[in-house]
């Protein structure tokens, strides 16, 4: 487990998720302990970061996965391996809905959380190229806690994970 305590502060985050003169953030996405988390220099995101949405870093831990419980159990949500993103646009409860699958499972395993939907919603619908992967959970056939999501966009995933 990573402490709380661990992760840089909101004040020191904002500094260390600026865009450097390349106009790239001068952060890898690296194992830490039982997760995939965002290195920079001064330290590590916080996966509930309020502000990291603001480098394009959406990061979030999925919605109603006790609706489908059965999904989330036979998918693979371990750290580092993708998921797919799904819009619902006739979904009754929002029309912002975005369904998170596993990357090979049939089943809807919860959602991105409403607040954050409304704006990758508008993202996916432009056709922008985002990459979604877990970076907190369970393999298959293993209960865990809910899976946690990073989406970003492509450019920006394959910076944070070149070698």
């Given at each position: 487990m990573v402490a709380r305590a661990e992760?840089?502060?909101p004040e020191a985050e904002a500094d260390a998720?600026?865009?450097g003169p390349d106009g790239l953030l001068n952060a890898r996405l690296e194992r830490v302990r039982d997760?995939?988390?965002v290195v920079t220099p001064a330290g590590w995101v916080n996966?509930?970061?309020r502000s990291a949405h603001r480098a394009g870093l959406d990061s979030f831990t999925v919605r109603g996965t006790g609706y489908h419980p059965g999904a989330v159990k036979a998918g693979k949500f371990t750290p580092g391996t993708p998921v797919?993103?799904?819009r619902e646009p006739d979904n009754p409860h929002d029309p912002n809905a975005i369904a998170i699958y596993a990357d090979t499972g049939r089943?809807?395993?919860?959602?991105v959380p409403a607040a954050r939907a409304k704006r990758l919603a508008k993202l996916l619908d432009a056709g922008v190229d985002l990459v979604a992967i877990s970076v907190r959970g369970t393999g298959?056939?293993?209960?865990g806690p809910a899976?946690?999501?990073?989406?970003c966009e492509r450019a920006l995933y394959e910076h944070l994970t070149r070698p």
């Open positions: 992760y840089l502060t998720l600026r865009p997760r995939l988390l996966p509930k970061s797919r993103l799904v089943n809807k395993a919860g959602y298959r056939g293993t209960d899976p946690h999501i990073l989406i």
